[in-house]
DNA sequence: CTAAAACCTGACGCCAGCGTCAGAGGCAAG
DNA sequence: CTTGCCTCTGACGCTGGCGTCAGGTTTTAG
């Protein structure tokens, strides 16, 4: 392996990390719209990212599925990326957090709500 | 208090199902549309509804905040009214608490990667 | 060399749970 | 009577995370 080998990222298009993330292409560019992720281009024009943003995708993932916005991601990105935040970052982590688990506890709620419904339908056939 | 009082349901307008539920008129007209709710009318066409409608659309957030569709919760309704199911009904039943737990148990590791970020951020200020 | 597969840029479509505006009627109080 | 709030029926708008089609270029496999 020479020095400019071990210099060089490897880049992957965007099919390979759609696919190793387990969503689609669209969605990817989706994402760079949104400003979540950046790419370099090939001289044709074609996306190229460093192989670690399949990580990255698998982060946005888990974050809209607590219901935070593209929008809100990409304000957070700063903190990820840096490990630096200013009071207002740390306030909007800390307010997110607080959010996600208001809503584990709505589910939880309702989760028991359902199993009531369940135990009475079935003792009740 | 005579028999008749006693028997005649009180009915209440929109307006005080809605504001005792803690949700918009419009989103009441839109339960009923969506066949989650029925109202009588008054003579001049005013909805009329029975009290305990407030605890139905109170049940409906918690459903929809648990990412049940008006759809499902329908389909759940006669459930919740005769407390008797058949057999895809309970099995629909089981589905979305399975759903939902897994929805939980997201949520559950969002919050945990959310509760590393802010950690990391803390210590490095 | 050629065909298939992958990629590109728009741009419109979709769903669900409402918000909101328009225009008109009902209803208790002063 | 009229003022002011409540209600009615449409009907269009919005948001967000993509899906999907169109029409063209590029890369890759054989």
Do not use: N
């Amino acid at each position: 392996m020479t020095v400019t080998e071990a210099a060089a990222e490897r880049l992957v298009r965007i099919g390979e990390v759609a696919r190793d993330a387990g969503v689609s292409v669209r969605a990817v560019r989706y994402y760079e719209q949104q400003g979540l992720l950046i790419a370099e281009r090939s001289p044709s024009g074609q996306r190229l990212y460093r192989q670690d943003t399949v990580t990255l995708v698998r982060f946005f993932q888990q974050m809209f599925a607590a219901g935070l916005t593209s929008r809100r991601i990409a304000e957070l990105l700063p903190c990820w990326d840096t490990g630096h935040t200013d009071a207002e970052q740390r306030a909007m982590l800390r307010a997110e957090r607080d959010r996600i688990q208001a809503k584990v506890d709505d589910l939880q709620a309702a989760l028991d709500r359902l199993d009531e419904v369940i135990a009475i339908t079935d003792t009740h056939p």
